[in-house]
């Protein structure tokens, strides 16, 4: 039987009072492609610093490949942890000759291993530049480059694609499959449900230090089901108005038009099931949509349209006033 690369069991970790991680148990097993998910400050990259021994749980246990993280089995792991950083004297490729020397490699392998990177990723003209001459999404790449080119058994990505165009998280997410079509475990942390969406065979939602889910894709859609978008007019409150149809409406961001719910349809009611209840209850409706169930709209009916506000404000920050 395969050792999983990582298991935390009940871990908890306090800042002084403040409680960053709370009885958190996680099992990754090999092989396979796991989202880490929550809004900035749920607890993501506390956990992920525990699971590599860089910081010390106050509770609970880790095990790394079956052992306590230590030099043996953090060289079969590639981190790129959330505080980016590489020695700016050196070019993108003795960068990551550098940190793939450190984990084992060959001064010849590390070097072949870079070029072929580097070629890849579309910085194969940037071989010899200085990072202090890359811009930063450039030398970010350089950094991820870096994390996997020993050809690590275990990647663990601290948000990855922050910082990245679109085109280059593009490259990144294409990067990430061939990591895992080549055999490497994969943990990332993203508060960005569709690279989760695109990427992961399962997810892990943290929201205040808790984990709020842990399941497959399909168990997240599954838990949700399908559901209905109705638009009332502003101050109506669809929730209180469909309880007692036994239908559950949360609220989803604005989107111009009134006030928007997202209706949770329970097995064998359609959409215009929902519609028809509203309309019997009166409720000012100004738009109407049936809908497939997001990533996002699970995470708001776990831990409520106030966390999930916290996620949608970790991805557009340079919205928040
Ligand atoms: N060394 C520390 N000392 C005090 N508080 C800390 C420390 N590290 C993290 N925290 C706090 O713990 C909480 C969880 O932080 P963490 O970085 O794990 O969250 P996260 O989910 O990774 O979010 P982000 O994407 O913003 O990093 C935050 O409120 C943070 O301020």
């Given amino acids: 039987m395969s050792i999983s690369p990582l298991v935390l069991r009940n ?26 998910l929550g809004p900035n400050g749920a607890g993501k990259s506390t956990s992920l610093r525990i699971a590599l021994g860089v910081m010390q749980p106050d509770a609970g246990t880790v095990s790394l490949f079956g052992a306590k993280p230590g030099i043996a089995t953090l ?8 505080e980016r ?53 450039m030398a970010q790449k350089v950094q991820i480059l870096s994390t996997l080119a020993h050809r690590p058994d275990f990647l663990i ?8 165009d679109p085109v280059n998280q593009q490259i990144l997410e294409d990067l990430v499959r061939a990591e895992h079509a080549r055999g490497a475990t994969i943990l990332f942390s993203t508060h960005v449900m569709e690279h989760a969406e695109r990427l992961c065979d399962r997810i892990v939602m943290m929201a205040r230090g808790r984990k709020v889910f842990d399941g497959t894709l399909g168990d997240a859609y599954g838990a949700l089901g399908h559901g ?35 209706i949770s349809l329970p097995k064998g009611v359609g959409a215009q099931d929902a519609l028809r209840a509203a309309i019997e209850a009166s409720a000012p409706i100004v738009g ?11 995470f708001v009916s776990l831990v409520g349209e106030a966390d999930a506000a916290a996620l949608d404000r970790s991805q557009h920050p340079e919205e928040v006033a």
Wanted: glycine share 10%; hydrophobic share 40%.
């Fill in 11 to 36: 871990v908890t970790k306090h800042f002084g009072t403040f409680t960053a991680v709370s009885d958190l148990s996680l099992d990754v097993p090999e092989g396979g492609i796991i989202g880490f």
């Fill in 75 to 82: 060289k079969r792991v590639g981190f790129l942890p959330e």
């Fill in 85 to 137: 950083g590489l020695y700016k004297k050196m070019t993108a490729r003795t960068s990551i000759e550098h940190f793939a020397r450190l984990k084992g490699m060959t001064a010849r392998d590390a070097r072949a291993r870079a070029i072929e990177l580097l070629d890849t990723s579309g910085l194969g003209d940037d071989k010899n530049t200085r990072i202090s001459k890359l811009s930063k999404g």
């Fill in 157 to 164: 990505l601290d948000e990855p694609f922050s910082g990245l």
């Fill in 228 to 262: 209905a978008r109705i638009n009332v007019e502003t101050g109506f409150d669809l929730a209180a108005a469909l309880a007692p149809k036994g239908l559950a409406a949360h609220r989803m961001p604005d989107d111009g038009h009134g006030d928007a719910w997202r």
């Fill in 288 to 298: 109407f949509a049936p809908e497939e169930a997001r990533l996002r709209d699970v």
